[in-house]
Every structure is written in C-alpha cells, then in structure tokens.
C-alpha cells in the first residue's frame, strides 16, 4: 500500500501537540529520574523505584517516549526515506547511547547502561523503517508478538552477554536502564501503526491545525530539543541532589537496615507483608551468619539475594525464630539513629561551602552573557567546538559519578568542608586530587563550547583559581595534618588539577 505523504511532514506544519507530549514525557522521565537519584543518594527507602507504582510509572514514561519514537518516525519518512536526515538523527542518538554507555561503565561498572532507552530509540529507528509501508493494523499485530513474546520465548539461548539486547534470556542482566529489543520495539512499532490509521482518518490534518497557548511553550521547547534535554537533565538533578547532600545530608543506615528495607519492597510484590518480614529476616540471619553480606553488597542490588534465598527458605520454619516476633521483624537491633555525625571536626576551607563559587560564576556568566554577548565562533569550527563541549559534559558526568562512588565505598565523608576518614586515592582521585572541582570547572567550559557564551570560559577561570585560594589550599592543609607522610606522597604523584 502506498501512503501519501501528510501534510503535517512539512516542516511548517509542525504537529504541535505532538512536541507537547514528548515534552510532557520528558519531564514525567525527569521527575522518576529525581526520585531515583534521592534514593541513590539515601534520601529516601532503599529499591523506592525499583518495585510497585513507581515501576509501572517508569514503564508507562518509557512506553510513551517510545511510541512518539514510532509516530515521528512516520511522520519524518511515511512516503519516501530522506535518507540524509535519517542518517544524522541516528548518528545523533547512537553517538549519544555510545558516550552514556561508557560514561556508566566509569560511574557503574558493575551495573552500566549498556543498552538503555537511547540504544533502543536508534535500533527500533531503523528497523521501523521496515514497517513504514505496511498497513496499519498489520504492523499492530506484529506490535503485540514482540510485547508478548518474553511471556513465551525466554530461553536460555540468550543469556550470551553478546544476545542481552534482544531481550529474551531466562533472567535479565545488570544494569541501571535495561530497554531491550523484546518487548519495548513494540511501542514504537505500535506508534507507527497509530500515526498510520490517524493519517488515513484524517486525525493528522486536524491535530495539524491545532494551535495550544502560551502555556505550551516550554514543553513544545523541550520536546523538540528532546536528545538535548534527555542528556542534560540528569546530570543537573544528580548535580544538584549531591549539592543538597552537602548542606543537609541523608540519614546514616546500617548495611542489615538497607538489606531489610529492599528485601521486604522486593518480597511483598508476590507475598504478604507477615510474610515477607519473617522471611527477610531470615534471609539477613542467613547471610550474617555466612559472612557474605558485604560480598553481595558489592554486586547488583536485584541480584544480591539470589544466593541466600534457597539457604533462608530451608531455614525459615523455625531456625531464626530468634528474631521473629508474632512473625514479624524488628530492626532495632541493627539501626543507629538517624543524622548522626563525628563531633569536633574543623572546617578545612575557608568559604562555608566551596559549590557557591562554581553556583556563582554561572550566574554571573548568564547575566552577562544576557546583557553583554561577545561574538562567537562560526562555521566548521564552531561545529566542532559544540561537539567538543558535549565531550565535556559526559566527562563532568563521569567524573562526578565516579568521584562520589569512590568517596562511599572508602566510607568517608562527601561533605566538602568535613574533615575526611579515610584519604582516598583510587579512581579518579588516582588522576586528579580534587576530580569534583575538575568537573565543575569543566561543566562551564562545556555549556561554554555548547552555548557560544564566552563569558563562561574566563569565569571557569577565576571560578577555579578562587576554589584553589578559598578551599583547595585549606583542604590540602588538613589532610597533611591528619594523613601525615601518606598524604604529601599522594601529592607527589598526583596533580591537584590535572
């Protein structure tokens, strides 16, 4: 079957309450994207996203996003494949997956995004293209085989690493966004059947003609700017959760606390609460018991009890009777009270909290670059600076992501003007002495490259050098104090920027 080309592919006749959705799933995405991150920073109870409502509200983000994938695909190409257009946009988000992926192995390696929602946008992109000629409501049916074929086709066949992305092997792998080709290939396919039969009912012109209010604009902005958005904002609300622990941080609680609070949120989505208490309980005297509670910390947290399940079910009738009350469990036992910090510590930098400096120049550099735009760069150049600064900005990502990870698993303090536990080498720290300064300076850089407001690359200057007067030196003062000859060694080998 032949599809004409719609009128809304001109680019004039932008469907606009389509930009509105995408905007609007960005933003739900941004929103689950908090909350993970409050979690990831012990703001809130451990596998809070993971489990329940929260998991079918990331389903349902991802399952829009998707299925506007599929519509815009449509839309773009219905009639004939502009094959240079297509070609950008899927060198665009493949390049991006490729830099989250890598930017993660850093941060995550033990759970890395190694096929997330970008990896899928770019595969299904062009295997849709396949489908565009097809009728509509064939093109659904194939939608609802590939949504329902891991209900039927898991085997496995598939647990090969080098097969994790088709999405059918007996258990799925680590990772932090897992978006395989089965069964979320079939929310685009099943936009592209939908934009297929609003095409041919005339529901397409109408929405054409559409014209929203004012109000719209933001979200008409971020949903055509939706690879941009996708990749900024979770370096900012991570950015800006890790300042917020600075000032107030999370509550402090015992590794048993933790593995209690994520056992029962895992147990009760197929058991009762009663239950699930006893048998939490038990799991956690099981793993005390063998010592291997901190091993399996260190793996995956949906795989940490994998091993122990078997053992703690075997147990459960009566050998951990010791901590059941009327079957249910109490965790006074293993708790500490919340907020709990070491008294008598000074503050090695001089300014109360050394982020306000980098907070500072950026305002500084918006305003001016708002009331006094200097001229930038044009042409191939330009190009490249851009594709440079984005370069940066996975970087600040990486470095920030590693940099804190290293400072929870030496369990020392992330608070910039706490005097440290433990003097911590590994990682980035084994590169740079203040890696999270080093991000921030190269945050304003990159939005420097990507923005064209030179005002940031000479206050990332100044930004930097007040750090080192105002922080850096104090600091570097009181490890030298408290680390002695461990930490002017450290210092020899390794720069205090880079």
Same mark, same amino acid.
């Given at each position: ?6 009128? &809304?592919?001109? /680019? ?7 930009? +509105? ?6 933003l739900a995405m941004a929103s689950y994207h908090f909350?993970?991150?409050l979690e990831f920073f012990g703001y809130t109870d ?36 502009? %094959?240079? @257009? ?6 665009? #988000? ?14 995550? *390696? ?28 064939? !093109?659904?049916? #194939?939608?609802?085989? +590939?949504?329902?074929? *891991? ?9 090969? *690493?080098?097969?994790? %992305?088709?999405?059918?092997?007996? !258990? ?6 897992? #978006? ?35 109000? $719209?604009?933001?979200? &008409? ?25 600075? &000032? ?5 609680? !015992? ?15 197929? /058991? ?117 600064? %984005? ?8 470095? %920030?992501? $590693? ?15 706490? #005097?440290?536990d433990h003097l911590v080498t590994s990682g980035p720290?084994? +590169? ?14 990159? &939005?420097?490259?990507?923005? @064209? ?27 030298? $104090? ?10 020899? $080998? +390794?720069?205090?920027?880079?």
């Amino acid at each position: 079957m032949t599809i004409p080309t719609p009128a &809304v592919q001109d /680019r004039s006749r932008r469907i606009i309450a389509i930009d +509105v959705a995408r905007g609007i799933a960005l933003l739900a995405m941004a929103s689950y994207h908090f909350t993970w991150d409050l979690e990831f920073f012990g703001y809130t109870d451990p596998g809070l996203t993971a489990f329940g409502w929260w998991k079918f509200y990331a389903r349902c983000i991802a399952s829009t996003f998707l299925f506007l994938v599929g519509i815009s695909l449509f839309l773009a190409h219905g009639k004939q494949i502009r %094959w240079n @257009g297509f070609w950008k946009r899927f060198a665009m #988000v493949g390049g991006a997956a490729l830099a989250i992926s890598a930017a993660t192995r850093l941060a995550t *390696p033990d759970s890395f995004i190694f096929f997330g929602i970008l990896h899928e946008i770019a595969l299904a992109s062009l295997l849709g293209l396949a489908f565009l000629r097809l009728p509509g409501l064939l !093109t659904l049916v #194939v939608a609802a085989f +590939v949504i329902t074929a *891991p209900l039927y086709l898991r085997s496995e066949i598939f647990d090969h *690493p080098a097969l994790w %992305w088709v999405g059918l092997s007996a !258990t799925n792998p680590r990772s932090n966004d897992y #978006v395989p080709l089965f069964p979320w290939f079939g929310a685009v396919l099943a936009g592209i059947a939908a934009a297929k039969l609003a095409f041919a009912s005339g529901m397409l012109t109408r929405l054409a003609g559409l014209t929203p209010g004012r109000w $719209t604009n933001p979200l &008409v902005f971020i949903g055509r700017h939706s690879l941009a958005f996708y990749l900024i904002h979770q370096p900012v609300l991570i950015g800006s959760v890790w300042l917020i622990s600075q &000032v107030m941080p999370a509550a402090v609680e !015992t590794r048993p606390v933790t593995f209690l609070k994520e056992c029962q949120a895992s147990c009760e989505q197929s /058991r009762d609460t009663e239950f699930c208490s006893s048998y939490c309980v038990c799991m956690l005297d099981t793993l005390e018991g063998e010592t291997t509670l901190d091993r399996l910390y260190r793996n995956d947290q949906a795989c940490r009890m994998e091993g122990a399940s078997r053992r703690a079910r075997r147990r459960l009738h009566c050998q951990s009777r010791r901590h059941f009350d009327g079957g249910r469990s109490t965790m006074t036992d293993h708790q500490q009270k919340p907020g709990q910090q070491k008294p008598g510590q000074q503050k090695p930098g001089f300014i109360p909290w050394p982020p306000l400096i980098y907070v500072a120049a950026i305002a500084v550099s918006i305003a001016l670059g708002l009331l006094y735009p200097l001229p930038w760069i044009g042409g191939l150049l330009a190009d490249i600076l851009f594709a440079a600064g %984005w370069v940066a900005l996975f970087g600040v990502a990486a470095l %920030w992501f $590693t940099a804190i990870r290293t400072m929870i698993r030496a369990k020392t303090t992330l608070h910039p003007n706490a #005097v440290p536990d433990h003097l911590v080498t590994s990682g980035p720290f084994a +590169v740079s002495r203040n890696p999270i300064y080093l991000a921030n300076t190269l945050l304003m850089i990159g &939005v420097a490259l990507i923005s @064209g407001n030179v005002w940031f690359l000479p206050l990332a200057i100044i930004a930097a050098f007040a750090t080192q007067k105002m922080a850096i030196e104090g600091e570097e003062k009181v490890l030298a $104090t408290k680390f002695g000859k461990k930490y002017r060694d450290y210092a020899k $080998t +390794v720069r205090r920027w880079i």
